[in-house]
């Protein structure tokens, strides 16, 4: 499959979270690519939407994160956590690389509107994209 600016990538290490997502997103009609953390870090320019879920660990997550950011200068990156992992690092939310908000998101995985959010902020990425890149 090619990856293209409407592909969404899944970057999920429970398999609970990644079968919930790759429905959620299919039946929105997004297409879908898996990577791990490792392979996410590995790849050149990352132009799509990823969604990177990492058990809750924190560490990993900015490594990998801080990884993306060496070969894009926007990274599309919501990142999904528990509660009680945002809690214990509350500043997450607002942490920041070169001036720009590491994330687009940082959501908990318990929030009762998360399938809404994450394909509101899906359509906005991909459609800002697409008309960035003239494809949309």
Do not use: K
């Given at each position: ?13 429970r ?8 429905r959620l ?17 590995r ?21 990998t994160?801080y ?13 999904l ?36 959010g ?19």
């Amino acid at each position: 499959m090619a990856i293209s600016s409407d592909t969404i990538l899944l970057v999920i290490q429970r398999p609970n979270v990644r079968e919930h997502l790759t429905r959620l997103f299919r039946r929105a009609g997004y297409r879908i690519a898996f990577l791990s953390p490792v392979e996410l870090t590995r790849r050149a320019a990352t132009p799509e939407l990823v969604i990177l879920e990492t058990a809750d660990d924190v560490a990993w997550l900015c490594q990998t994160v801080y990884e993306v950011y060496r070969h894009n200068s926007e990274p599309g990156i919501i990142a999904l956590l528990s509660e009680a992992a945002i809690e214990a690092n509350p500043r997450i939310g607002a942490w920041m690389i070169d001036g720009h908000a590491a994330v687009i998101a940082v959501t908990p995985l318990e929030y009762p509107g998360l399938d809404q959010g994450l394909l509101i902020l899906a359509e906005r990425l991909v459609r800002r994209r697409q008309r960035d890149d003239g494809s949309g």
